[in-house]
């Protein structure tokens, strides 16, 4: 049971590049997220998915795009990476949220991406 | 919409003395749940104790306990006798139930001296 896993663990693009982030999770959960990490920011969401096939928009979507075409998978594209996306980015997952209750997300060990 | 306030950006604690990690929040929703996650220098998040809005008892999980105090609208972090693995950042975070979105505040880094 790995848990949640992201690839790669460190990148470093050019400005105009693209790239895709993949996270991968096998706890059957439903639910999955992207955040980015910046120093005195905490973490923001930028997009996450209720379930395979759906998207959605979260806090800071601008500039990202995302698929999920099987419910362990989750993916985060680049299609031109600009200096303000250096960041560390975090995936994350959980199980469907039920009424009246609440589940934690589980972290997978975070990206870091550079763009110069 | 939620919002987390974490307004100590660091804190510094002995060994084996206990430290109190605040957090305030801000929801107009009824329903909703409070997380604490830590952040090591290695960067993973490692999720800690949660809290319910209609649990009656504060939660506790081992030497984490969080001091709920709804009507203050504070979910303090509560580490008992501390220890140097301690040491880490300290993220706060809410999400109302009918929602899918976990907010986060800013952090809080601890530092456990011998």
């Known amino acids: 049971n790995a848990g949640v896993t992201q690839t790669p663990k460190f990148r470093v693009l050019k400005t105009g590049q693209s790239m895709t982030l993949l996270c991968a999770q096998d706890?059957?959960?439903?639910?999955m997220y992207w955040y980015r990490q910046d120093p005195g920011m905490g973490l923001r969401l930028i997009h996450y998915?209720?379930?395979?096939?759906?998207?959605a928009k979260g806090e800071v979507p601008d500039g990202y795009n995302v698929s999920r075409l099987k419910k362990q998978n989750f993916l985060l594209g680049l299609e031109s990476a600009a200096p303000s996306q250096t960041s560390v980015y975090f995936c994350?997952?959980?199980?469907?949220?039920?009424?009246?209750?609440?589940?934690?997300?589980?972290f997978g060990p975070g990206t870091r991406l550079t763009v110069t | 919409a939620q919002k987390i306030t974490q307004t100590q950006p660091g804190m510094f604690v002995q060994e084996k003395e206990a430290v109190t990690l605040d957090c305030t929040y801000d929801?107009?929703?009824?329903?909703?749940?409070l997380f604490w996650y830590k952040q090591p220098s290695s960067g993973e998040m490692i999720f800690l104790i949660y809290?319910?809005?209609?649990?009656?008892q504060n939660a506790t999980e081992g030497r984490y306990s969080l001091n709920f105090q709804k009507a203050r609208k504070s979910a303090n972090l509560v580490i008992s006798a501390s220890q140097l693995g301690d040491s880490a950042m300290y993220f706060c975070?809410?999400?109302?139930?009918?929602?899918?979105?976990?907010?986060f505040g800013t952090g809080t880094r601890l530092q456990v001296f011998p």
């Open positions: 994350a997952s959980s199980y469907l949220t039920l009424s009246g209750g609440d589940y934690e997300q589980y």
């Open positions: 706890m059957n959960h439903e639910y």
């Open positions: 998915s209720v379930g395979e096939g759906t998207t």
């Open positions: 929801t107009s929703d009824p329903s909703y749940g």
């Open positions: 809290q319910g809005s209609y649990d009656q």
């Open positions: 975070a809410i999400k109302a139930y009918n929602t899918d979105k976990l907010i």
